[in-house]
């Protein structure tokens, strides 16, 4: 009965905690940060008292919500992570460099859109934060009017 709820639960890691302990967690998503750090939110199956009607006391497992950074968790092979929720960037390529027509030579050849603007429709690249941030502070690309990467950029 317990390996059937184990199948079910979700893929399984371990994690390593602060303190240096390792604990098997069941990962229930993947999460990117706005400093642009991956975490891994899971469930702790940690030791709870269960009281029933009648009174009677037993310990039970009992999913407890923690997040663990992406260095501390180690994948348990044969486990299928490819299903894992996923929020923030797709492998930390959050912006997309397009390729622009060059009316002079003076002109930018690309321009700089956020990963999920509909203006990037061409030919483009997916590009890092940080490249995005240091094309963003120069004057060889040109920063789509619609989306507004420089906003956010500028800000880091």
Do not use: F, N
């Amino acid at each position: 009965m317990e390996e059937e709820w184990r199948s079910k639960a979700g893929p399984w890691a371990r994690a390593t905690l602060p303190d240096g302990q390792e604990l098997d967690v069941v990962v229930t998503s993947r999460y990117r940060s706005e400093d642009g750090r991956w975490w891994y939110e899971c469930e702790a199956i940690l030791p709870a008292r269960h009281e029933a009607a009648d009174g009677a006391t037993k310990s039970m497992g009992a999913p407890t919500p923690i997040s663990v950074q992406a260095e501390r968790i180690t994948p348990i092979p044969g486990e299928d992570y490819s299903a894992l929720p996923t929020e923030g960037a797709v492998a930390g390529r959050q912006w997309a460099l397009q390729k622009i027509h060059q009316y002079s030579e003076d002109s930018p050849a690309r321009r700089l859109h956020r990963r999920d603007c509909w203006q990037a429709r061409d030919s483009h690249t997916r590009i890092t934060t940080e490249r995005a941030a240091e094309l963003c502070a120069g004057p060889t690309v040109a920063i789509c009017d619609v989306c507004r990467p420089d906003r956010v950029l500028r800000r880091r």
